[in-house]
């Protein structure tokens, strides 16, 4: 069965570096999306991308973020100049044909800033 | 606003046990609704929707609308079913999931 694939599993970075987190959307969905999970906390939705363009974005998703679909593979989020509370889990997941389709996740990468 | 509530942040019965995890929302209109499963050191994964109207692992989840509620429910636990339950209706156009803050869900053997 094809999967949503994230890499790196883990990514340790200093405050104020810049990050790019990777994801392979499985190959014919057309919906891509972000969230992320601050330790012990709920899953917050970040943003949601189709056609090449942001269809939808949170209030945490501000100008130190964003996304960007680089070839017909990858989705990728930027986070400039982190911070210590960027510090969580990233999901990244797609859907098919449709955005009410369910979604299917990735591992996750682990973001840690010192 | 939108919201979703999960009251249990833990929930911990006997195997064998009947289990309800509970769900409300506040939207008007029409939520399409799903509950998703996090088992542990796995990735998430779509549990059921409700306009699916199916059983999975035993599981199922009726919408509402009344109570505005969508809870899970399975009436003998296993011990495999231990793992952190999320609801997450969604409501706008670009059907963007509002998650709940997720049920521990712990089944004692």
């Known amino acids: 069965e094809p999967e949503v694939t994230q890499t790196p599993s883990h990514q340790v970075t200093q405050m104020g570096q810049e990050v790019i987190l990777r994801c392979v959307p499985i190959?014919?969905?057309?919906?891509f999306y972000w969230y992320r999970q601050i330790l012990g906390q709920k899953v917050e939705f970040l943003v949601s991308f189709y056609n090449n363009e942001i269809s939808e974005k949170s209030e945490i998703f501000d100008d130190q973020f964003s996304v960007e679909r680089p070839d017909g593979s990858n989705f990728t989020l930027k986070i400039r100049s982190t911070k210590l509370e960027d510090s969580a889990m990233y999901f990244c997941?797609?859907?098919?044909?449709?955005?009410?389709?369910?979604?299917?996740f990735g591992d996750g990468t682990r973001l840690s800033i010192l | 606003a939108q919201r979703v509530t999960q009251p249990e942040k833990l929930l911990s019965v006997f195997k064998g046990a009947p289990v309800e995890l509970k769900c409300n929302y506040s939207y008007s209109g029409s939520p399409e609704l799903f509950w998703y499963v996090q088992y542990s050191r796995q990735r998430l994964q779509l549990l059921l929707r409700h306009i699916s109207r199916e059983s999975i692992k035993g599981f199922t989840a009726d919408l509402n609308k009344g109570e505005t509620s969508f809870h899970l429910k399975k009436p003998f636990a296993q011990e495999e079913d231990s793992a952190m339950y999320y609801c997450?209706?969604?409501?706008?156009?670009?059907?963007?999931?509002?998650w709940g803050a997720g049920t521990k869900l712990i089944i004692k053997p």
């Open positions: 997941a797609s859907s098919g044909t449709a955005s009410n389709q369910p979604q299917h």
């Open positions: 997450a209706p969604s409501m706008d156009s670009n059907y963007q999931l509002i």
């Open positions: 190959s014919n969905h057309l919906y």
